[in-house]
């Protein structure tokens, strides 16, 4: 009698799932330094790389609640705040880019978006 392809998909299923479960769990990894607590839901960290003096290289993460509470953060290798931005509504997703053109220098930037929840009328 031949198996039908359900079947055989099936036990094929079954054979990797006892692979995966035959395997030894992974050690747990504890972090050597975290950031400073923010009061309500850290989120969405980029690194800002100082080039000149990677040792200055910056955290940056964004607390993601309703202003007046959301804010952008700066951290410092230490896990220090060294700057706080806001009020910000919901800020979500940072991300670093380097060399903007602004007149006649360049600079780093950080930014984020905040995903208002305001209601118009109309």
């Known amino acids: 009698m031949r198996n039908s392809p359900a079947v055989v998909y099936l036990a094929t299923i079954s054979t990797l799932s006892i692979a995966v ?3 030894a769990p992974p050690p747990p990894v504890k972090p ?3 950031t400073a607590a923010v009061s309500d839901d ?3 960290p980029a690194v800002w ?9 910056l955290i940056v993460g964004t607390n993601k609640v309703a202003a007046p509470g959301g804010a952008l953060y700066a951290f410092g290798l230490d896990g220090q705040v060294r700057q ?3 009020p910000l509504d919901r800020p979500n ?3 670093v880019e380097y060399g903007l053109e602004a007149g006649q220098t360049r600079l780093d930037i950080a930014a984020t978006m905040c995903t208002s929840q305001m209601k118009t009328t109309g």
Do not use: Y
């Open 21 to 23: 479960m035959a395997q």
């Open 84 to 86: 706080r931005i806001g």
């Open 32 to 34: 050597t330094l975290e």
């Open 49 to 57: 790389i100082n080039a000149k003096d990677p040792s200055r290289s």
């Open 42 to 44: 850290a989120d969405d």
């Open 93 to 95: 997703n940072v991300d």
